[in-house]
């Protein structure tokens, strides 16, 4: 299997543009992760989708943040509109959905908005 | 609520030397635990995971953790580091019946010659 394969793996955008990034997790996978990794809160869970469906968008930082997983091989994160404290690396991961079932993660999209 | 506590931002051995790395957990159930590894511009690779039964874990490249729960820790623990361990380690709790992770701040591992 080719892993969870996100795109782009770099994104430069300016402040007040729209920022989509897309994933796609390892088939046979049910449960999909969005996770922000910033040097000052490190890592942190953004939205958690089960079968396609958003279980837990706790973690979504304000309403310029939409995700959606419209079939079980492809998600988005979009932000809209980008601020340059949106700045981060990105991560896409995916896992069978079971209780401690191994999370497998993408390679990130970094993304900068000056 | 749940968290994870890596005490060491850097740590800094000899190749060849031991390695462990610190964890400490706050968590209200049995937890799952896991350690994953980042190299640069990489994404997180996973080392081991602990659900139950026997307290001490293998997983890959050589390295172990043990549970303590008495402690509320689960460190890493590596008898002979390769310079190619240098990376970044984070050790996670899962919560909820979803899996979701909580991650610990991260322990930036560098390796002397």
């Known amino acids: 299997d080719a892993g969870v394969i996100q795109s782009p793996r770099h994104e430069v955008t300016e402040m007040g543009q729209e920022v989509t990034l897309r994933c796609k997790p390892i088939?046979?996978?049910?449960?999909l992760f969005w996770y922000r990794q910033t040097m000052m809160r490190g890592l942190e869970l953004l939205i958690y989708?089960?079968?396609?469906?958003?279980?837990?968008d706790s973690g979504m930082p304000e309403d310029r943040f939409s995700a959606k997983m419209p079939n079980a091989s492809f998600s988005t994160l979009k932000i809209q509109p980008s601020e340059p404290r949106d700045s981060a690396v990105y991560f896409c991961?995916?896992?069978?959905?079971?209780?401690?079932?191994?999370?497998?993660f993408g390679p990130g999209t970094r993304l900068t908005v000056l | 609520a749940q968290s994870v506590t890596q005490p060491d931002i850097h740590i800094t051995v000899s190749e060849g030397a031991s390695l462990e790395l610190r964890c400490n957990y706050s968590?209200?159930?049995?937890?799952?635990l896991f350690w994953y590894v980042q190299s640069p511009g990489q994404g997180l690779q996973l080392l081991l995971k602990y659900f139950s039964g026997d307290t001490l874990v293998q997983g890959i490249k050589g390295f172990e953790a043990e549970f303590k729960r008495s402690q509320s820790s689960f460190n890493l623990r590596k008898p002979s580091v390769h310079w190619s361990d240098a990376a970044e380690y984070f050790c996670?709790?899962?919560?909820?019946?979803?899996?979701?992770?909580?991650f610990g701040g991260g322990t930036r591992l560098m390796v002397k010659p």
């Open positions: 991961a995916s896992s069978f959905g079971g209780a401690g079932d191994t999370q497998y």
């Open positions: 996670a709790v899962s919560r909820g019946a979803g899996n979701m992770l909580t």
């Open positions: 968590y209200g159930a049995t937890p799952y």
């Open positions: 989708f089960n079968n396609n469906v958003p279980i837990d």
């Open positions: 088939s046979g996978h049910n449960s």
